[in-house]
């Protein structure tokens, strides 16, 4: 008998999907079209400009590694908010092209890996244990925390300035031969991005449904849901401001909203077709609405939760508590109108890992 009720589940499984991808598969939708639109007017021209901000904030570092003044630092300082600004709207990407950029902002930052590193001399940053002590949130930790003239007596009169210069040369290096990698490959990728036009795993959609899926789940699990002492969706009690991204530049509410932003973008195709346009072919409905118009709402209520959140997000989780757990709230309903609703619309399996109960 259990072996028949494990055989009709997995009957119903099949037969769900089957009748879920027949549905597209038998559509009409012009697929080719919204994979040309995204690629040519948001994913290639993203990649590019993240290389363009990652190459200035090369320059920066180089002369102020070459200089250490409290202009140079000022300079660099800037360069570094725009070019992680930039990154926010190519994090969502893990198709070829685009591998790697996500281990450019692993946070909660490492600072006792960073510290060791600095000291020794000796490290690769492409192993495991540097995956927290490298990319913008360690550079965010060595530029921002301290005072402007405690940061210059490290890179200068400190004992390990010499390895702090060296160390801090070595990650940007790395985040602009990075970037500057996946923008050429986009260029050489594009046609193969337009010809997986199809649904299933490894197409080109089905990518791009649970890169979406994953960001903004990210932001509410990371960005978020992890600071306010969410374990998924349950809530421990245990406040850690610590755990916000960009937590010493003070620039997680800007980082977020540039992020949510962009993948909005990404769902609406800006002025060209994208997914809103494939929900609304579908005749999607969700609740007697249609769906296509309830993501792009739940998108901008979103959006408006984090704008009102009057402080950085380090300090709102304890100054403006009820705010925090507002936009937590609506960035979980995101989650599940793209991770559950748009993705069983379109016929789309979520292949990604997630064990945080939600």
């Known amino acids: 008998m259990q072996i028949l009720k494990y055989i ?18 038998g559509d009409k939708f012009n697929r080719v079209e919204m994979l040309t639109n995204l690629s040519s007017h948001i994913i290639i021209p993203a990649h590019q400009q993240f290389s363009i901000s990652s190459g200035e904030l090369k320059q920066k570092k180089d002369a102020f590694i070459s200089n250490p003044s409290s202009v140079t630092l000022d300079s660099l300082k800037s360069a570094f908010l725009l070019a992680y600004t930039s990154y926010m709207k190519v994090e969502a990407y893990s198709l070829p092209p685009s591998e790697g950029l996500r281990n450019l902002n692993v946070f909660t930052t490492d600072t006792a890996q960073i510290k060791s590193n600095v000291s020794s001399g000796s490290y690769d940053l492409n192993t495991a244990n540097n995956i927290r002590a490298k990319g913008f949130p360690a550079i965010d930790f060595m530029l921002y925390s301290g005072s402007s003239n405690e940061i210059l007596t490290r890179f200068t009169s400190d004992i390990n300035a010499s390895g702090r210069k060296q160390y801090l040369s070595d990650i940007v290096n790395e985040i602009e031969t990075v970037s500057s990698n996946a923008s050429s490959a986009w260029t050489s990728y594009v046609d193969q991005f337009i010809g997986a036009s199809g649904t299933d795993i490894g197409s080109s959609s089905g990518m791009l449904v649970n890169d979406l899926s ?3 789940e990210r932001c509410r699990r990371e960005r978020v849901g992890n600071s306010l002492g969410y374990l998924g969706s349950i809530s421990t009690g245990t406040l850690n401001p610590m755990s916000v991204e960009a937590y010493y530049s003070a620039y997680s509410k800007e980082l977020l909203i540039e992020n949510l932003k962009e993948c909005k973008t990404l769902y609406t195709g800006g002025t060209g077709i994208s997914f809103d346009d494939y929900l609304a072919y579908l005749n999607a409905d969700y609740n007697g609405q249609p769906l296509d118009s309830v993501i792009t709402n739940q998108f901008d209520v979103t959006i408006q939760k984090a704008q009102n959140v009057p402080v950085d997000f380090s300090t709102a989780i ?9 936009l937590f709230l609506e960035l979980k309903k995101l989650t599940v ?12 399996i979520i292949n990604y890992s997630d064990t945080d109960g939600d």
């Open 8 to 25: 009709s589940v997995a009957a119903v499984t099949l037969l769900l999907l089957n009748g879920c991808n027949q549905k597209v598969n």
């Open 214 to 216: 994953f960001e903004i």
């Open 318 to 326: 304890t100054t403006n508590k009820p705010e925090m757990e507002s």
């Open 337 to 348: 109108l793209l991770k559950v609703d748009m993705s069983s619309q379109l016929g789309v």
